[in-house]
């Protein structure tokens, strides 16, 4: 008991409401509106970093010496490994698969783009997919990859490699409706696999920031809205859709994508920044498939992190 006759149950209900708004936030995330500068979505782009609050709560409860806020805090480590625990849990063995592929945004200001190709090789995909592709490193990346990866196509500042055949190439519209018409980030290819043919989509949406009007994802919401019409006309069964999507799996802007198409998600893999990743914003769909397994590989010379999955039909 202190000065003021409290003890370790009755002292620290600041910390206890801290945790109670912390497990609110995590578990009804969704229910957080996007009204007032996007708060809901930049809160599902970091949601798991919200698991951090955790260990910050039981140090501040035991410089408090409080008890009741000690239990307290384990409300949102609860919530958060239910969330999340599964992405903990080391994956399995060796599950059979049909196709590897690998998706990256190689940095229009990329100072290495033989380096970046030759780096991405060494995944072993059948299918790779760039973003932010100049005209000048366009040579670049096709003389590296073209010796296994002899089909190429190339749409505004987006690329897909391939061991197998590609026809029927043609742009996605996505481009938001205030962006200037030369703006083309989005392709569909058929690529002829020994196990089908597969509709192979490459994306890379509208950028987001975080300003003084709060989160802005509009653009990118009405892209993701674009793709995800395109998809779902789609008259091929089997779908890939790899590309910088700028947002996570959390986020409700990605709806339009995630609920008909299902992601590759093994643990966190977060891919950007490069440098230390925060958040997974470069992902693999599939339709029709399964995304078995996905890795990121090391830095190249991009601020993204190359992303490959492999699928089974």
Not at 60 to 73: C, H, I, K, N, T
Not at 252 to 266: D, E, I, M, N, Q
Not at 286 to 305: E, I, K, N, Q, Y
């Amino acid at each position: 008991m202190d000065a003021r006759g409290r003890t370790p149950w009755t002292r620290g209900w600041t910390l206890v409401s801290l945790a109670i708004l912390t497990a609110g936030l995590t578990a009804f995330h969704s229910a957080v509106p996007n009204t007032a500068g996007n708060l809901g979505s930049l809160l599902e782009t970091f949601l798991p970093w919200t698991g951090l609050a955790v260990p910050v709560l039981l140090g501040l409860a035991l410089l408090r010496r409080s008890a009741v806020a000690g239990v307290a805090a384990a409300l949102p480590g609860a919530v958060w490994a239910v969330l999340f625990g599964h992405l903990v849990v080391p994956a399995g063995g060796v599950t059979a698969y049909d196709l590897t592929v690998l998706q990256h945004n190689v940095d229009d200001e990329n100072p290495d783009p033989a380096g970046t190709a030759r780096a991405l090789l060494r995944a072993g995909a059948d299918l790779i997919a760039l973003e932010e592709l100049t005209p000048e490193a366009v040579a670049a990346y096709r003389a590296v990859l073209e010796a296994d990866h002899p089909h190429h196509a190339v749409v505004g500042t987006v690329g897909l490699w391939s061991r197998y055949p590609l026809t029927g190439t043609r742009p996605v519209d996505i481009r938001p409706g205030d962006v200037e018409a030369s703006w083309s980030r989005g392709l569909r290819s058929t690529a002829r696999t020994p196990r089908g043919d597969v509709a192979v989509y490459v994306a890379h949406l509208p950028s987001v920031r975080v300003g003084t009007g709060g989160f802005t994802s509009g653009r990118r919401d009405e892209s993701a809205v674009l793709l995800g019409t395109a998809i779902a006309a789609e008259r091929l069964e089997r779908v890939v859709l790899l590309g910088d999507l700028n947002g996570t799996l959390d986020d409700r802007g990605l709806a339009p994508l995630t609920s008909r198409v299902t992601p590759a998600r093994t643990g966190f893999g977060f891919s950007w920044p490069a440098v230390f990743p925060l958040a997974r914003i470069d992902h693999v769909m599939a339709r029709a498939a399964t995304p078995v397994h996905t890795w990121t590989l090391p830095a190249t010379g991009s601020d993204h992190l190359p992303v490959a999955a492999r699928i089974r039909f």
